[in-house]
């Protein structure tokens, strides 16, 4: 049987396999299967210019998988991990600092710039119980609705 492996297993299959794992990623939740994939098509390009058996394509098929797995998970996917904390406005916000640019007194309600946009928004509105001035710097304390609770830096 395995003779027989060895004798009809080419190269393309290794292609064709790993195509069929790379486009199964589609309906996988993570980037598991395209490097399963990617070996698979890199044990192909292998065996085209370098006669192997079955086991060794196999075995080398298991250590590309491994290695590109490794490397995937441990190195290259946690620094692009998204640090904007989209979809976590509150968590996003509270902490942030920024600039007054319009306060009434009367109501205690103004606007807040940040430096760079948070959640979609340069500027937000907010409440605060003290008294602020224009250009003067808030950190965001909570969130209530649409505003934020700031307070005096």
């Known amino acids: 049987m395995v003779d027989w492996l060895d004798a009809n297993v080419l190269y393309w299959h290794w292609i064709v396999f790993g195509m069929l794992l790379a486009g199964a990623e589609i309906f996988a939740p993570s980037f598991f299967l395209l490097w399963l994939g990617v070996s698979g098509v890199l044990v192909g390009l292998i065996g085209y210019f370098i006669n192997l058996t079955l086991s060794t394509e ?3 098929w298991g250590v590309f998988s491994l290695a590109s797995l490794i490397t995937w998970f441990k190195l290259i996917a946690p620094s692009m991990k998204n640090k904007t904390l989209s979809g976590m406005s509150r968590e996003a916000l509270i902490g942030q600092e920024g600039t007054i640019t319009e306060f009434n007194l009367s109501v205690s309600k103004g606007r807040l710039r940040f430096s760079a946009p948070i959640v979609g928004s340069d500027e937000w509105g ?20 649409n505003d934020l609770i700031v307070r005096k830096k």
């Open 126 to 145: 907010f409440r605060c119980e003290q008294v602020l001035s224009v250009g003067d710097r808030a950190i965001v304390t909570d969130v209530s609705g």
């Open 58 to 60: 196999v075995i080398l």
